[in-house]
């Protein structure tokens, strides 16, 4: 079983740790695209961790997360998303994240891959999720998990 460590300390000097080691990456070969579901969202920004020999060579579950932000344009907000980086890539099991928006609603989308679906649970506690919340519309934000390996949503 892991060990999950929500202190921003430890989880940002995790951050680092991956950083200098060269594991984080932030391909733009998919910037601009649009993922089509209720809306139509843009893709913005993508962050990627390389798994390490302990982690399953492929994702297990996908957290998907929508929600419109309290203050501040969408332009802002986008750049203010940058400060959670840290201690999101240090989660344990994180593989990706997608970020995503919608102009129609102004809705944002965060698409992440896990290890499994306890990471992806686990998630939903964490102290970046917990910032974002804080930071939402409210009844504006709903999340889904998504088993990849089982095939069905949780």
């Known amino acids: 079983m892991k060990k999950y460590t929500q202190v921003p300390p430890i989880l940002f000097a995790k951050a680092a740790g991956l950083w200098l080691r060269g594991c984080v990456h932030f391909p733009k070969d998919r910037i601009g695209l649009i993922v089509k579901e209720k809306e139509d ?3 913005f920004r993508k962050v990627v961790v390389d798994p390490t020999e302990m982690q399953p060579i492929n994702p297990e579950a996908i957290f998907k997360v929508y929600f419109r ?3 501040f344009s969408p ?3 986008k750049i203010l998303s940058l400060i959670p980086i840290p201690f999101i890539i240090a989660q344990p099991g994180f593989r990706s994240k997608t970020w995503l928006f919608g102009k129609e609603t102004n809705t944002f989308y965060g698409l992440y891959e896990w290890d499994s679906i306890e990471d992806a649970k686990t998630y939903w506690n964490s102290f970046p999720l917990k910032l974002m ?3 939402t519309v ?3 934000l709903r999340y889904e998990i998504i088993d990849i390996k089982n095939g069905y949503d949780r």
């Open 41 to 43: 969202f843009i893709i």
């Open 69 to 71: 932000f309290v203050r």
């Open 75 to 77: 332009d802002v907000n």
């Open 133 to 135: 919340i804080k930071r």
């Open 138 to 140: 409210p009844n504006t």
